[in-house]
Nanobody
Framework: QVQLVESGGGLVQAGGSLRLSCAAS???????????MGWFRQAPGKERDFVAA????????YYADSVKGRFTISRDNAKNTVYLQMNSLKPEDTAIYYC?????????????????WGQGTQVTVSS
């Protein structure tokens, strides 16, 4: 079993930046190093949407069109941590951001392709 804990959320003005972190614990061992990771977000009253994904080694990344060029996903397998650097934030980026892991090395964009989920961290962007 793998536990995921997100951190780094908060309140920021439009145009600002935040860096989210997701730390994996539990039976990580070799698991995290072979797990593709993703970030999703859910705004009030809306469905949970894909934001970004990264493969097991960090060599492949994929982004939703709405964040492409502004957000960067990365990972440090030695620290069992994945990051989401968010720049040029907009009010429409306001949501709860969730980290997810899948028992596979390749990137994925669908919720049901992920096996483990964190509890989420709130990001609020004021105009």
């Amino acid at each position: 079993q793998v536990q995921l804990v997100e951190s780094g959320g908060g309140l920021v003005q439009a145009g600002g930046s935040l860096r989210l972190s997701c730390a994996a614990s539990g039976r990580t061992g070799a698991t995290f190093g072979s797990a593709a990771m993703g970030w999703f977000r859910q705004a009030p009253g809306k469905e949970r949407d894909f934001v970004a994904a990264i493969n097991w080694s960090g060599s492949i990344t994929y982004y939703a069109d709405s964040v492409k060029g502004r957000f960067t996903i990365s990972r440090d397998n030695a620290k069992n941590t994945v990051y989401l650097q968010m720049n040029s934030l907009k009010p429409e980026d306001t949501a709860i951001y969730y980290c997810a892991a899948r028992r596979s090395i390749g990137v994925a964009t669908a919720l049901d392709q992920y096996d483990y989920w964190g509890q989420g961290t709130q990001v609020t962007v004021s105009s």
